[in-house]
């Protein structure tokens, strides 16, 4: 079955920098891949829909400067936590859908997860 | 905008017992549904996933059913195990994933 990856699965940071989260499609290309986050007991949240070769496409109240999304390949899909602060601490999940996909957002694979702790 | 609730949020049984977990969801024009496990810590595990002409799928002791009409589906696991621990979450397919707050489930040994 299709597997999608993440890299680094657990990062902590100092508040201010920048974090970079990769989310890879391995054994098949993945034309959108999508961010999810959740919070400690809540449920994974959309971010954002990333397209290959085109902008990333936001939920609502999601900042795009501070969550800046890269869909560079078929396979590959970053996010990069720009100045992060504590509140930004959360389990960060991209999932990949496969271009045989239908009109549906079925088909999605998701990765194991992300964990940001920001100090 | 699609919202979707599980309940209960959490359940503790002993094992060997039948439980059932449910889903809502407000609106009805759905593609699919698809129900997840999450172990603490890690990502998702797709359990099963109906497609909305469908009304139930099964998968060895999970059985999942979907009704459209009312915006309900429910997750029945047959003779639960510890291993079954874990936390559940429903998601209702439509042009995004649409997911709910899950149901946090404790097999006692």
């Known amino acids: ?119 | 905008k699609q919202e979707v609730t599980q309940i209960p949020a959490a359940l503790s049984v002993p094992e060997g017992e039948n439980l059932v977990l449910n889903c809502s969801f407000t609106d009805s024009a759905i593609y699919n549904l698809q129900w997840f496990r999450q172990d603490p810590g890690k990502g998702l595990t797709s359990l099963l996933l109906i497609q909305s002409s469908q009304r139930e799928q099964t998968s060895g002791r999970l059985n999942a059913s979907l009704d459209k009409s009312s915006g309900r589906s429910t997750l029945y696991i047959a003779a639960s195990q510890p291993g079954d621990s874990a936390t559940y979450l429903c998601a209702v397919i439509g042009n995004q994933f649409y997911f709910g707050t899950g149901t946090s489930l404790t097999v006692i040994p």
């Open chain 1, 1 to 119: 079955g299709a597997v999608v990856s993440q890299h680094p699965s657990r990062v902590i940071c100092k508040s201010g920098t920048s974090v970079k989260i990769e989310c890879r499609s391995l054994d098949f290309q993945a034309t959108t891949m999508f961010w999810y986050r959740q919070f400690p007991k809540q449920s994974l949240m959309l971010m954002a829909t990333s397209n290959e070769g085109s902008k990333a496409t936001y939920e609502q109240g999601v900042e795009k400067d501070k969550f800046l999304i890269n869909h560079a390949s078929l396979t590959l899909s970053t996010l990069t936590v720009t100045s992060a602060h504590p509140e930004d601490s959360s389990f960060y999940i991209c999932s990949a859908k496969t271009p045989f996909a239908g009109a549906g957002a079925d088909t999605q694979y998701f990765g194991p997860g992300t964990r940001l702790t920001v100090l």
